[in-house]
C-alpha cells in the first residue's frame, strides 16, 4: 500500500467547475504539500500545510490531522489549471526528517 | 533569486557512458535533495543532503548513481555506467531544515540514456 495515496488519478471538467483532489496519508507528517507540475514538466510549491486551511487565489487546501486526510480545492476551474497536482507528504522522524513522500499525482484537464 | 538551477535541462546519452547533474540550491538552504520521476514510479527520493552530508540514501538504486554535496551552493549526482533504464527525469529540490518553509523545485534534468 503507497504511503500517499491521491484520487482521482485523472479529472477531466469544464471551464468554471469546481475541483476537488483528495489525499490520504499514513505516514506520521510534519506538513503536507500540494505541487502543481505543468506539461513540460517544472514543479511548483502550491501549499504546504499542517493543519486547518490556506488559500491563495481560487486555490484552497486544508487538512485534517486525525483523519490524515488532505484536500485541494479550485474554485471557478480555467483551462489554465490543467496541470498534474501532487500530494506530497513531509515525514516527521528519524534521519529522513524533511523527506517528502509522492502520491502519484491528478491529472486534471479544465475544458473551455 | 534565482530559484534551485539544474543543468543540464536536456541530455541524451549512450548507455554506458558515464552522466553528470547539476544542482545549485537556492541560497541559505541548508537541505538538499535529489528526485527522479518516471511514468511508472512517479517522484522518488534518491539522496537526501543536510548541511552538504548525505543524511539518506536508500533511495539510490545501485552502486552506478553517486552524489556528492562538496560545498553549500553545488551537488552532483553521477550515473556510472549508464543504462537505457535510467532514463527519468531527475529533480534537484532545496529547503530551510528545521522550519516549516516550502520546497524549491529545479527545473528538472531530462535524461535518455540510449
Known amino acids: 500500500k503507497n504511503e500517499v495515496e491521491q484520487s482521482p488519478q485523472n479529472l477531466t471538467a469544464q471551464e468554471g467547475e469546481f475541483i476537488t483532489i483528495n489525499c490520504s496519508y499514513s505516514?506520521?507528517?510534519?506538513?503536507l504539500h500540494w505541487l502543481q507540475q505543468h506539461p513540460g514538466g517544472g514543479i511548483v510549491s502550491l501549499f504546504m500545510?499542517?493543519?486547518g486551511k490556506k488559500k491563495h487565489g481560487r486555490l484552497i487546501a486544508t487538512i485534517n490531522i486525525q483523519e490524515k486526510h488532505s484536500s485541494l480545492h479550485i474554485t471557478a476551474s480555467h483551462p489554465r489549471d490543467s496541470a498534474v497536482y501532487i500530494c506530497?507528504?513531509?515525514?516527521?522522524?528519524?534521519?529522513?526528517?524533511?523527506?517528502?513522500?509522492f502520491g502519484k499525482g491528478t491529472k486534471l484537464s479544465v475544458k473551455p | 533569486d534565482a530559484g534551485v538551477i539544474q543543468s543540464p535541462r536536456h541530455e541524451v546519452t549512450e548507455m554506458g557512458q558515464e552522466v553528470t547533474l547539476r544542482c545549485k540550491p537556492i541560497?541559505?538552504?541548508?537541505?538538499l535533495f535529489w528526485y527522479r520521476q518516471t511514468m511508472m514510479r512517479g517522484l522518488e527520493l534518491l539522496i537526501y543532503?543536510?548541511?552538504?552530508?548525505?543524511?539518506?540514501d536508500s533511495g539510490m538504486p545501485e552502486d552506478r548513481f553517486s552524489a556528492k554535496m562538496p560545498n553549500a551552493s553545488f551537488s552532483t549526482l553521477k550515473i556510472q555506467p549508464s543504462e537505457p533504464r535510467d532514463s527519468a527525469v531527475y529533480f534537484c529540490?532545496?529547503?530551510?531544515?528545521?522550519?516549516?518553509?516550502?520546497?524549491?523545485f529545479g527545473s528538472g534534468t531530462r535524461l535518455t540514456v540510449v
Open positions: 506530497a507528504a513531509q515525514e516527521n522522524y528519524g534521519g529522513s526528517q524533511g523527506n517528502l513522500i
Open positions: 500545510l499542517s493543519s
Open positions: 541560497s541559505g538552504h541548508n537541505s
Open positions: 529540490a532545496s529547503s530551510f531544515r528545521g522550519r516549516l518553509y516550502g520546497y524549491t
Open positions: 543532503f543536510n548541511n552538504n552530508v548525505p543524511i539518506d
Open positions: 505516514v506520521g507528517i510534519s506538513a
